[in-house]
Nanobody, 125 residues
Framework: QVSPVQSGGGAVPTGGSVRLACVVAEYAAGDNCVAWFRQIPSKNIEGVGGIYTDTGATYSASFVQGRSTVSQDATKKMIHLQITNLKLEDSAVYYC??????????????????WGRGTQVTVSS
């Protein structure tokens, strides 16, 4: 499985915005979404949001709701995550992941096929 290629990120002031890109070379059989995760040092990886590539439906975690947008282009191989009104606690390494996503009893899950290498977002005051 070829890993997605990520770009974007960097140093951003609080209140600013960041737009991360994820280029998917191939999807595995069963993949139906691209999910974004982030890892803050000394914390577990957490889901940020994602997009169902077949329908375009998106979802986002509560901590970025109202501040984030996940989108895809017509090829469904260029995926973007934009987060606005950045906070210090948004500093993290962000990963895009091709996956098979589902929701069961209100709980979202993703079985990952391939992870991008991650891109650092550092928010400073």
């Amino acid at each position: 499985q070829v890993s997605p290629v990520q770009s974007g990120g960097g140093a951003v002031p609080t209140g600013g915005s960041v737009r991360l890109a994820c280029v998917v070379a191939e999807y595995a059989a069963g993949d139906n979404c691209v999910a974004w995760f982030r890892q803050i040092p000394s914390k577990n990886i957490e889901g940020v949001g994602g997009i169902y590539t077949d329908t375009g439906a998106t979802y986002s975690a509560s901590f970025v709701q109202g501040r984030s947008t996940v989108s895809q282009d017509a090829t469904k191989k260029m995926i973007h995550l934009q987060i606005t009104n950045l906070k210090l606690e948004d500093s993290a390494v962000y990963y895009c992941v091709t996956a098979a996503c589902s929701v069961t009893n209100g709980l979202a899950s993703a079985v990952a096929s391939a992870w991008g290498r991650g891109t650092q977002v550092t928010v400073s005051s």
